[in-house]
């Protein structure tokens, strides 16, 4: 068993060791390969998961006018710089912003839905709202 599967700390200083000295040939190819891809896709949940909040937010917000709040206003106030941190961070990311719109979208009508109490079916099918409108800080929907 190798220390990537029974000690993950130390077989990440390892590899950084082996790296730093040029010693490739010694690499853990593989299971590097594989933390890499990990961390592309982590930074692209991320991405998503600030987009859905944020998503879910505004649609709390046009749906449930008699309950909102500061509390909410923050939310989306600091998802929209939560989303551009992570965006600014990965400009990699930027060509699938309407992918993970669509999949946003998907998740926060399932979670507007859980937290109000309304039917899915209230919420328009797709997401009613462009990236423009969704970073405007100005922007809060009727």
Known sequence: MSNYQKDFYSW???QAELLKAGRFNELDVFNLVEEIE???RSEKRELESRLTVLLV???????QPT??????QLTIQEQRLEFFDVLNDNPGLKPQL?????????????????ETGLDMDVFPMACPWEFPQLMDDAFLPD
């Open 57 to 63: 937010h505004l649609l709390k917000w046009q749906y």
């Open 98 to 114: 309407q992918a993970l719109l669509t999949h946003s979208y998907r998740k926060a009508t399932l979670r507007a839905s859980k």
């Open 67 to 72: 309950r909102r709040g500061r509390s909410w």
């Open 38 to 40: 990990t961390m592309g």
């Open 12 to 14: 990440t200083c390892e």
